[in-house]
């Protein structure tokens, strides 16, 4: 499978616990970025990265939440401390980094606090 | 003011009949425009680009106005598969790009 792969699909936490997702894009695509949806809305912009670079940071994205691309290639978005608030679709996407390109998203990680 | 503001509908439409959607954005500065296509609990996908002469892609057509700071989609003769939520989506940035998507407009096709 060459498309955008997350991980895990489905996570289920108690309020106050750390979680941490996973994303690996299109091999070669060099930017990527993290989405928060919740029901009947749109994907809300988190961040993004050109290589391993995060270029841009939403203000949604409060102090809780962190995001990493190493070594340019898979990220990771954690939040630490969840808080029901959290419960949401998380998407990651990529395009390849040149011109105006779609993006490419992946199946998303469906994150739901308790 | 909303980057990217779509009419959340839903619009209830009959087999066959046309329907159009708006979209307004706030940055003027935006390089890119897209529809994209997100089926219910599915990731969205990339129904067609925007042009700034217009394109069309079959049944759908999609126009760009820049001076008015608005695009539009329009689906003719439309399909129970087309029943989904049309997202619009607008990129912007220097030396990388911001994708910000508006929330979506919903349609149900009816037989």
């Known amino acids: 499978d060459t498309g955008v792969s997350q991980d895990p699909r489905h996570k289920i936490t108690k309020r106050g616990q750390n979680v941490t997702f996973r994303c690996d894009p299109i091999s070669e695509h060099n930017r990527l970025y993290w989405y928060r949806q919740t029901l009947g809305q749109g994907p809300e912009f988190l961040t993004y990265f050109q290589n391993e670079a995060q270029l841009e940071k939403s203000r949604l994205l409060s102090d809780r939440f962190s995001a990493e691309r190493p070594k340019g290639s898979f990220s990771t978005l954690e939040i630490q401390r969840t808080e029901q608030g959290d419960s949401a679709m998380y998407l990651c996407?990529?395009?390849?980094?040149?011109?105006?390109?779609?993006?490419?998203f992946g199946q998303g990680t469906r994150l739901t606090v308790v | 003011r909303k980057e990217v503001e779509q009419d959340p509908g839903p619009f209830n439409v009959p087999e066959g009949a046309t329907v159009a959607f708006n979209c307004t954005y706030s940055?003027?500065?935006?390089?890119?425009f897209f529809w994209y296509r997100q089926d219910c609990r599915k990731e969205p996908k990339l129904l067609m680009s925007?042009?700034?002469?217009?394109n069309e892609d079959g049944r759908f057509t999609a126009q760009l106005n820049r001076a008015s700071q608005y695009i539009s989609l329009l689906i003719r003769d439309s399909k129970l598969s087309d029943s989904a939520t049309y997202l619009c989506?607008?990129?912007w940035g220097t030396g990388g790009f911001k994708t910000i998507f508006g929330a979506g407009t919903r349609l149900f096709v009816k037989a």
């Open positions: 989506v607008v990129n």
């Open positions: 940055n003027s500065a935006s390089q890119s």
């Open positions: 996407a990529s395009s390849p980094g040149q011109g105006d390109t779609e993006a490419f």
């Open positions: 925007v042009y700034s002469s217009g």
